[in-house]
């Protein structure tokens, strides 16, 4: 069975400031990852995903993120967060044309 | 960019009601999905269609609740008899066969379906 843990539940950044929201996984086959986020009172957007090749995924945004198979992780990052960032940030990882199963999220706050 | 839309945005229920939630996937994806988000909660995998019928459900999906795709663009999903835990934000997803090509996997922007 697939699962995804989030390990930060609520960050609160000040703008400019460095962002990294981790992620970790476990799945059995051939991993497809994705970072998802949502705005408040809006739908899900995909932020970014990996299906193979380069581990470093840049998304939209300025968003990036790695993976490190290594690790069964996948972190997200901005170099400098604004505050058009805060939302929830969902991880989450599929397998083919199989389920998606989400983490519980983060929320960012980032105060002006 | 082909979008997944569904409709209503917003729907409101008595307990007890049936209710319809529609969507149209993108039209070249062969497979559809149906999540929901509870207020303040995770996004939960409720089924996986393909090729007319359900290929993987979870145990939320129970006898309450029904798939179809009626006639080749829409795809619904149906909750016979609704309950206050029901409610929710319902998103649809729809995935491409990969065929050689990368995978795609979009969600619809959601239906909001309020039981009273």
């Known amino acids: 069975a697939q699962s995804v843990s989030q390990h930060n539940h609520h960050v609160i950044l000040s703008e400019a400031a460095s962002l990294e929201l981790g992620c970790n996984y476990s799945y059995g086959g051939t991993v497809n990852l994705f970072w998802y986020v949502q705005y408040p009172g809006q739908h899900l957007q995909l932020l970014l995903k990996?299906?193979?090749?380069?581990?470093l995924v840049k998304g939209i945004k300025g968003f990036e993120a790695e993976f490190i198979k290594s690790k069964f992780s996948f972190n997200l990052r901005k170099p400098s967060v604004q505050w058009s960032d805060t939302a929830e940030y969902f991880c989450a990882v599929g397998g083919g044309y199989q389920k998606v199963t989400f983490g519980t999220g983060t929320k960012l706050q980032v105060i002006p | 960019e082909p979008e997944v839309t569904q409709t209503p945005s917003h729907q409101v229920t008595q307990m007890g009601q049936e209710v319809i939630l529609r969507c149209v996937p993108i039209s070249n994806h062969l497979y559809f999905y149906w999540y929901r988000q509870i207020l303040g909660q995770k996004v939960e995998f409720l089924v996986s269609f393909y090729n007319n019928e359900i290929s993987e459900k979870s145990e939320i999906f129970d006898d309450q609740f029904s798939v179809e795709r009626p006639d080749g663009s829409n795809f619904t999903l149906k909750i016979r008899s609704t309950k206050l835990e029901d409610s929710a934000m319902y998103f649809c997803?729809?995935?491409?066969?990969?065929?050689?090509?990368?995978?795609?996997?979009?969600f619809g922007s959601g239906t909001r379906l309020t039981v009273v």
């Open positions: 997803a729809s995935s491409e066969s990969a065929q050689g090509l990368g995978y795609g996997y979009t």
């Open positions: 990996y299906f193979s090749g380069d581990p």
